[in-house]
T-cell receptor
Framework: DAGVIQSPRHEVTEMGQEVTLRCKPISGHNSLFWYRQTMMRGLELLIYFNNNVPIDDSGMPEDRFSAKMPNASFSTLKIQPSEPRDSAVYFC????????????FGQGTRLTVV | EDKVVQSPLSLVVHEGDTVTLNCSYE??????LLWYKQEKKAPTFLFMLTSSGIEKKSGRLSSILDKKELFSILNITATQTGDSAVYLC???????????????FGQGTILTVHP
């Protein structure tokens, strides 16, 4: 298996633009997590899905952030409009059983908003 | 709110030293505790612990969980420069009222091993 695949790997955008990050989880995994990592705040859980249904989005910082999982093999995280403080590495992770198995991480998307 | 705290935040040692990294947690509906190693890219899984007192071991790394005192330690013996990384502790807990788990991470310990 290719593992969790994220795209793009790097994104540089201007403040106010819409940004869409993409994630393909490992086939057969039924839980998907979006994390944001910064030096100041470490790894923060933004939202997670189980069987394509959002379970907890309490970590989504503002209404500018939204996430979807239209099917078991694809998820998006959208920021609209983007701001410089959104600059971070965004990780997607998936796991087989969210209850008690390890999560596997994608390589991340490094987002820079200028 | 679930909380995971790691200490120390950073550690500098020389090759051959033994290090102990700490992780304490306060979560509702604990399910498991996981350790990850993060070098330049994504975190990679090391251990998952669910029961107190049972040591998990992989080469020079070992870890143990104390569910009564709500902490875990990660030991690395005979450290090597390749062990330099950020070590992350995460706790898997039930979302309230559901059977779905979520992973909450600590802020990590930055380990630097000098030759």
């Amino acid at each position: 298996d290719a593992g969790v695949i994220q795209s793009p790997r790097h994104e540089v955008t201007e403040m106010g633009q819409e940004v869409t990050l993409r994630c393909k989880p490992i086939s057969g995994h039924n839980s998907l997590f979006w994390y944001r990592q910064t030096m100041m705040r470490g790894l923060e859980l933004l939202i997670y899905f189980n069987n394509n249904v959002p379970i907890d989005d309490s970590g989504m910082p503002e209404d500018r952030f939204s996430a979807k999982m239209p099917n078991a093999s694809f998820s998006t995280l959208k920021i609209q409009p983007s701001e410089p403080r959104d600059s971070a590495v965004y990780f997607c992770a998936s796991s087989f059983r969210s209850g008690n198995s390890e999560a596997f991480f994608g390589q991340g998307t490094r987002l820079t908003v200028v | 709110e679930d909380k995971v705290v790691q200490s120390p935040l950073s550690l500098v040692v020389h090759e051959g030293d033994t290090v102990t990294l700490n992780c304490s947690y306060e979560v509702t509906n604990f399910r498991s505790l996981l350790w990850y190693k993060q070098e330049k890219k994504a975190p990679t899984f090391l251990f998952m612990l669910t029961s107190s007192g049972i040591e998990k071991k992989s080469g020079r790394l070992s870890s143990i969980l104390d569910k009564k005192e709500l902490f875990s330690i990660l030991n690395i013996t005979a450290t090597q420069t390749g062990d330099s990384a950020v070590y992350l502790c995460a706790v898997n807990s039930n979302a309230g009222g559901t059977s779905y788990g979520k992973l909450t991470f600590g802020q990590g310990t930055i380990l630097t091993v000098h030759p």
